[in-house]
């Protein structure tokens, strides 16, 4: 799915070291995607995988909600892929270790959204700045401890 076209890409600078914010990525990316709004909207649009699966923390393989766990490089990169009625998509996690002890955390979508409800949820979601809100205000909860 890397050939996936590019959707956006969000980033905020951290103040924890590159170690500390990948201990705090794992457990609450799965936390922020698939519990809450995100569960029910995960059912709402029949999300692949369904459920959750495979090791925790997070590691190769491991599934929750509308993602699974496609690629890992401890402390730098994590990237998850899903698809559901209307898109398959690929959202990747990037944490670059900064000189004076804190960390930019990246985040980049890419997605394809087929056929006539692809575009239309593409408007609805992309298009209306519904995704970008929700990355930002994710990306955001890593400032606070």
């Known amino acids: 799915m890397s050939d996936l076209p590019f959707v956006d890409e969000h980033c905020v600078v951290v103040d924890l070291a590159a170690t500390e914010l990948w201990a705090r990525l794992l457990p609450r990316v799965e936390r922020s995607l698939s519990r809450g709004g995100g569960a029910r909207y995960a059912r709402v649009v029949r999300t692949v995988p369904r459920g959750f699966g495979g090791a925790r923390p997070l590691a190769l393989g491991s599934d929750f909600p509308g993602f699974r766990v496609v690629g890992v490089l401890p402390g730098r990169e994590l990237a998850l892929e899903g698809r559901h009625l ?28 087929p056929g006539a409800a692809g575009w239309v949820y593409r408007l609805l979601v992309i298009r209306s700045g519904g995704h970008a809100l929700a990355m930002r205000r994710m990306l955001d909860a890593y400032r606070r401890p």
């Open 86 to 113: 209307f898109s398959t998509y690929r959202l990747v996690f990037r944490i670059q270790e900064l000189t004076d002890g804190r960390s930019r955390l990246r985040a980049e979508t890419r997605a394809s959204f």
